[in-house]
T-cell receptor, first 114, second 115 residues
Framework: DTAVSQTPKYLVTQMGNDKSIKCEQN?????MYWYKQDSKKFLKIMFS???????INETVPNRFSPKSPDKAHLNLHINSLELGDSAVYFC?????????????FGPGTRLLVL | DQQVKQNSPSLSVQEGRISILNCDYT??????FLWYKKYPAEGPTFLIS?????DKNEDGRFTVFLNKSAKHLSLHIVPSQPGDSAVYFC??????????????FGKGTKLSVIP
């Protein structure tokens, strides 16, 4: 059974469109994250949620809006897509917010904006 | 501003030999360090970690060394196996407020183990 799953795996879309990426974890974890890996290969935190509440919100455009309907899901909605949004987006989860918590990553969603 | 640096984008090692992957950091507030391994088209998976109060942690073929004064850590894999071929990310934990911590990743080093 997949621990952290993301859909879709690939997403090709036009500039200006709105799209969503879904993430689900079946580990019973309290904390979930979204990361972006850009063309320079840096993996950077975008958001983290703990028990459905936003904890970390790094400097990302407000076109990006995370939504957590329950502890097992953290979806990422992106409005008015731009070319620079092309990247791989990884969802992750951990038991809680502690400094030594291992984060478990999903397989990534490869977004290409044309 | 790269707070975690992996200056070698790639490394090739013969099977059975030692692989040494290096990582430098600049933020003295980092107190916990991790290595993640990533295969193509998969997400990173946790490999090994070390607390800032230690200088070495070992798990089977994997050993991580931490030199706090030099702000340097390294991952040793011995003996290296072809299945170890992957991208290795160094990461560090820092407090980000509201009781939460965040990971800062390096750019990764692609390890190729040649049979």
């Amino acid at each position: 059974d997949t621990a952290v799953s993301q859909t879709p795996k690939y997403l090709v879309t036009q500039m200006g469109n709105d799209k969503s990426i879904k993430c689900e974890q079946n580990l019973g974890h309290d904390t979930m994250y979204w990361y972006k890996q850009d063309s320079k290969k840096f993996l950077k935190i975008m958001f983290s949620y703990n028990n459905k509440e936003l904890i970390i919100n790094e400097t990302v455009p407000n076109r990006f809006s995370p939504k957590s309907p329950d502890k097992a899901h953290l979806n990422l909605h992106i409005n008015s897509l731009e070319l620079g949004d092309s990247a791989v987006y990884f969802c992750a989860s951990s038991q809680d917010l502690g400094p030594r918590e291992t984060q478990y990553f999903g397989p990534g969603t490869r977004l290409l904006v044309l | 501003d790269q707070q975690v640096k992996q200056n070698s984008p790639s490394l090739s090692v013969q099977e059975g030999r030692i692989s040494i992957l290096n990582c430098d950091y600049t933020n003295s507030m980092f107190d916990y360090f991790l290595w993640y391994k990533k295969y193509p088209a998969e997400g990173p998976t946790f490999l090994i970690s070390i607390s800032s109060i230690k200088d070495k942690n070992e798990d089977g073929r994997f050993t991580v060394f931490l030199n706090k004064s030099a702000k340097h850590l390294s991952l040793h894999i011995v003996p290296s196996q072809p299945g170890d071929s992957a991208v290795y990310f160094c990461a560090a934990t820092s407090y980000s407020g509201a009781g939460s911590y965040q990971l800062t990743f390096g750019k990764g080093t692609k390890l190729s183990v040649i049979p």
